[in-house]
């Protein structure tokens, strides 16, 4: 299979498969599941499974890039090492870049997904509190991540099969209304699956983590397959049962699909656990992303792309602790600072960039190091260039220039040190 970059971990490899599928589906059934459905269905109409599967394949396309990169370069940092390693140092640095900033937006995302869902009179406040938590089970160490990630996981995919099952049974013989399939063009259909792209993202998250992996080059491919089809196949069901329970009008009128599913259903006991699933789902996205920004931080930071003081490794727990205290402080921020519809687009083309970096490098690999067809990442770099020239234009240009002057502003700082 070829031969793998051997890396003396400064951190601890404690993670076995069952603690990468569960870190990697905690990343994905986040607060996606609970609230895309609303803006794909305004683009997509009853088109709504097609622009799912679009996403699906973008979203497999970049595991298979990513997982087999992490199999070479089991390295903190993800995409960043690899396309250091494959690239070079800039387009290493890119790809960090691109990672800091769409991430930190999707905590900030998640965490005030925790205070609306929880208390929405103070949901800054919960939300803050969110990230305290949570950046104190990060610092705890690896396992405690992966043991929260599964308690979090389980409860959260045991209300989503309770919804598929209530609102299937209690909707009755006639379905929701529907719309005309040739009412959507192509465009409104890849925007659908721009949108929804957002909910699979985090399937990678375990390749960030590479350097706290045992057997990297066995765990991490097999952990990001499972993960990624583990959860097609609940978001198929999710999606399939909002369209038969309210149809694309019903699902593109509502911003909680899943709570007005079991309303429908005559379920309203239902109602307060998809809240509170809700509100768990994105506990588990904020710890898994706070990590994941924690540790490319780091795996920065040890190549002196960010301040040297985020490489320090905590002495007994072998965590990155400076790192995610960093992680949790500037999560914490975003919070605080307001308006997130803009930071959201913002985050999915970042997302999108790392990835197609992802590609890029993959087409580095050689033969021997190659898992997969050379072709899916030929697929996976042009769905991420189509994926982000589908989201709104200021929000391309306001992306692409943030990440152009963090580049240029490395640069800078680089020849000063000379």
Not at 68 to 90: I, K, N, S, T
Not at 190 to 199: E, K, P, Q, R
Not at 391 to 400: N, Q, R, S
């Amino acid at each position: 299979m070829g031969c793998v970059n051997i890396h003396e971990s400064r951190l601890s490899r404690r993670l076995g498969t069952p603690d990468a599928v569960a870190i990697g589906l905690a990343a994905m059934i986040g607060t996606g599941v609970f609230v895309v459905w609303q803006p794909a269905a305004e683009l997509a109409g009853s088109w709504l499974l097609l622009g799912l599967g679009i996403a699906a394949v973008a979203a497999f396309c970049n595991a298979t890039s990513t997982a087999q990169l992490a199999a070479v370069h089991p390295r903190a940092g993800g995409v960043y090492h690899y396309g250091r390693e494959r690239l070079g140092p800039h387009w290493g640095a890119l790809a960090g870049y691109a990672f800091v900033v769409g991430k930190t937006a999707s905590c900030a995302t998640a965490a005030l997904a925790v205070g609306t869902y929880f208390w929405p009179e103070h949901a800054t406040a919960v939300a803050l509190g969110a990230v305290v938590v949570l950046t104190a089970v990060n610092l705890a160490g690896v396992q405690k991540t992966a043991r929260s990630a599964r308690l979090i996981l389980a409860a959260v995919i045991a209300v989503l099969l309770t919804v598929v099952v209530t609102g299937v049974a209690g909707a009755g013989a006639e379905p929701g209304s529907t719309v005309a399939l040739d009412a959507v063009g192509p465009l409104g259909v890849l925007g659908s699956a721009a949108v929804l792209f957002y909910a699979f993202a985090g399937y990678a998250r375990i390749t960030v983590l590479g350097e706290e992996v045992r057997d990297p080059a066995r765990t991490i491919p097999r952990a990001v397959t499972i993960g990624l089809l583990s959860v097609f196949v609940v978001y198929a069901l999710v999606g399939a049962t909002v369209l038969y329970v309210l149809g694309p009008e019903g699902a593109a009128a509502t911003g909680q699909p899943l709570r007005v599913v079991a309303e429908t259903a005559g379920a309203t006991w239902l109602v307060p656990v998809v809240t509170a699933g809700a509100g768990l789902a994105a506990m588990g996205a904020l710890l898994s992303l706070l990590a994941g920004v924690g540790r490319t931080s780091f795996a920065m930071a040890d190549e002196g792309d960010l301040p040297r003081v985020f490489a320090a490794v905590h002495p007994v727990r072998r965590v990155p602790h400076i790192a995610e205290l960093g992680a949790g402080t500037v999560a914490a921020v975003a919070v605080l600072s307001g308006d997130l519809a803009q930071t959201l687009s913002i985050s999915a083309f970042a997302v999108l960039v790392y990835y197609a970096v992802a590609h890029i490098a993959t087409l580095r690999l050689s033969p021997e190091e190659r898992r997969w067809p050379r072709w899916l990442a030929v697929l996976g770099l042009v769905l991420c260039v189509g994926l982000a020239v589908s989201l709104p234009w200021p929000m391309v240009v306001l992306g692409t220039a943030t990440l152009v002057v963090l580049v240029l502003l490395r640069v800078v700082v680089l020849r000063v040190r000379r």
